[in-house]
């Protein structure tokens, strides 16, 4: 009976994974503070911020991505970068990429699809399917629990709230999402993640050939380093944490 990863081994990877994820937020912060180093007057920068705390990230190394964005510790050459494509069985993809380096990053890119039935696609190919939104989760494990969400969310402006599996999903558009989660956290309800992103106006399915491909394809795009965020419009199997 083979032995499984040691302690040690767990440690590392998990170290490895948080460092990434680190990466990432530094990333986005920094790039947020362009428009601001301020968070109470720049919306994008307080989001990156309520991240990178969530997360554990030490005011210190919030403060310092800060600064390099905002241009008060010596200036940063990264940039936005948006990639369209597809991936198996059509799957619709968006790829939002922070780089120094667009030629590596835009490499990496499509090598990760050319590998997984996908392709590039070109500016605007599939970025029609989908649509700016703003994204609540919260814990909503009683009935009760969903009321109050559904009460707060609908009062302060929310468009929908969508229930199911001991959680919720309050949706509202960019414009009113801050309005929104201050008054959710006034009401006493903490979000479990909160942030804008791209959403599909609707979901296919994917037949059970294509779908092992599909989550390879999304894990290897997710631990891309320049790659921030994927969006997909793909159904996807229920997957049990792995708290």
Same mark, same amino acid.
């Given at each position: 009976?083979?032995?499984?990863?040691?302690?040690?081994?767990? +440690?590392?990877?998990?170290?490895?994974?948080?460092? +990434?994820?680190?990466?990432?937020?530094?990333? $986005? =912060?920094?790039?947020a503070a362009r428009?601001?180093?301020?968070?109470?007057?720049?919306?994008?920068?307080? =989001?990156? =911020? /309520?991240?990178?705390?969530?997360?554990?990230?030490?005011? /210190?190394?919030?403060?310092?991505?800060? +600064?390099?964005?905002?241009?008060?510790?010596?200036?940063?050459?990264?940039?936005?970068?948006?990639?369209?494509?597809?991936?198996?069985?059509?799957?619709?993809?968006?790829?939002?990429?922070?780089?120094?380096?667009?030629?590596?990053?835009?490499? $990496?890119?499509?090598?990760?699809?050319?590998?997984?039935?996908?392709?590039?696609?070109?500016?605007?190919?599939?970025?029609?399917?989908?649509?700016?939104?703003?994204?609540?989760?919260?814990?909503?494990?009683?009935?009760? @629990?969903?009321?109050?969400?559904?009460?707060?969310?609908?009062?302060?402006? @929310? !468009?929908? %709230?969508?229930?199911? !599996?001991?959680?919720?999903?309050?949706?509202?558009?960019?414009?009113?999402? $801050?309005?929104?989660?201050?008054?959710?956290?006034?009401?006493? =309800?903490?979000?479990? #993640?909160?942030?804008?992103?791209? &959403?599909?106006?609707? &979901?296919?399915?994917?037949?059970?050939?294509?779908?092992?491909?599909?989550?390879?394809?999304? $894990?290897?795009l997710e631990d891309?380093?320049?790659?921030?965020? %994927?969006?997909?419009? @793909?159904?996807?199997?229920? %997957?049990? #944490? @792995? /708290?």
């Amino acid at each position: 009976m083979g032995r499984g990863p040691s302690i040690e081994g767990r +440690k590392n990877a998990e170290d490895a994974k948080r460092a +990434k994820v680190f990466t990432k937020l530094i990333r $986005e =912060i920094t790039i947020a503070a362009r428009g601001g180093g301020d968070p109470a007057g720049n919306a994008r920068l307080r =989001i990156g =911020i /309520d991240k990178a705390l969530a997360a554990n990230m030490s005011k /210190d190394t919030i403060e310092r991505a800060v +600064k390099r964005g905002s241009g008060a510790d010596g200036a940063d050459n990264m940039q936005e970068v948006r990639y369209e494509g597809y991936g198996p069985s059509g799957v619709a993809l968006i790829i939002d990429c922070m780089t120094d380096n667009t030629t590596r990053t835009v490499a $990496e890119v499509r090598h990760a699809l050319s590998k997984n039935s996908g392709n590039l696609g070109t500016t605007g190919s599939v970025a029609f399917q989908f649509h700016r939104l703003g994204e609540i989760v919260v814990a909503t494990p009683t009935a009760d @629990a969903e009321e109050k969400l559904l009460e707060a969310a609908l009062e302060a402006g @929310a !468009d929908d %709230v969508q229930n199911g !599996d001991g959680k919720s999903t309050v949706l509202c558009s960019p414009a009113t999402f $801050e309005d929104v989660k201050k008054a959710l956290e006034s009401a006493g =309800i903490k979000p479990l #993640s909160a942030e804008i992103g791209m &959403r599909p106006e609707n &979901r296919v399915s994917v037949p059970d050939a294509a779908m092992e491909e599909l989550l390879d394809l999304l $894990e290897w795009l997710e631990d891309l380093d320049d790659v921030q965020e %994927v969006y997909h419009n @793909a159904i996807l199997p229920d %997957v049990p #944490s @792995a /708290d």
